[in-house]
């Protein structure tokens, strides 16, 4: 039970963040402004953060998600943590390495997120462009 409630509380913060992109006044100016870089940090950071602890709570109550090396994640929490993060990471960016890799339901977590990755920034672009055409 705890741990349906700590991933619909990630879940709740991944989605408060994106939907920050589709309020209309949150995004001001006509050009890339330092306040909208942070914004845009921001909402990244969240959301790799909200997925890397998804799959490393997920690890914990002992369902594989990832396989490092073609193992089991094995080690301390903090070594589970920074590898559930660096995966997050690389996923989100849409980079892939390869060196970590998504089983069972990971798979679908990692789809969601590397879609995820590619909406944000057309998101921030839509809702900037959107903005500047509504102020003239």
């Given at each position: 039970?705890?741990?349906?409630?700590?991933?619909?509380?990630?879940?709740?913060?991944?989605?408060?963040?994106?939907?920050?992109?589709?309020?209309?006044?949150?995004?001001?100016?006509?050009?890339?402004?330092?306040?909208?870089?942070?914004?845009?940090?921001?909402?990244?950071?969240?959301?790799?953060?909200?997925?890397?602890?998804?799959?490393?709570?997920?690890?914990?109550?002992?369902?594989?998600?990832?396989?490092?090396?073609?193992?089991?994640?094995?080690?301390?929490?903090?070594?589970?943590?920074?590898?559930?993060?660096?995966?997050?990471?690389?996923?989100?960016?849409?980079?892939?390495?390869?060196?970590?890799?998504?089983?069972?339901?990971?798979?679908?977590?990692?789809?969601?997120?590397?879609?995820?990755?590619?909406?944000?920034?057309?998101?921030?672009?839509?809702?900037?462009v959107f903005d500047m055409e509504n102020?003239?």
């Amino acid at each position: 039970m705890a741990l349906l409630i700590i991933l619909l509380f990630i879940c709740l913060c991944i989605g408060m963040s994106l939907r920050m992109l589709f309020i209309p006044h949150k995004i001001k100016g006509k050009r890339v402004s330092f306040e909208n870089f942070i914004f845009l940090a921001f909402v990244y950071l969240t959301v790799l953060i909200g997925f890397g602890l998804i799959y490393i709570i997920l690890e914990l109550y002992g369902y594989v998600v990832l396989i490092e090396g073609g193992q089991n994640m094995v080690g301390s929490f903090l070594n589970r943590l920074e590898t559930g993060l660096y995966f997050s990471a690389i996923t989100l960016f849409s980079v892939g390495y390869g060196d970590i890799s998504p089983i069972g339901i990971g798979r679908l977590i990692a789809v969601l997120e590397a879609l995820i990755g590619y909406t944000i920034p057309a998101a921030f672009v839509a809702r900037a462009v959107f903005d500047m055409e509504n102020k003239h």
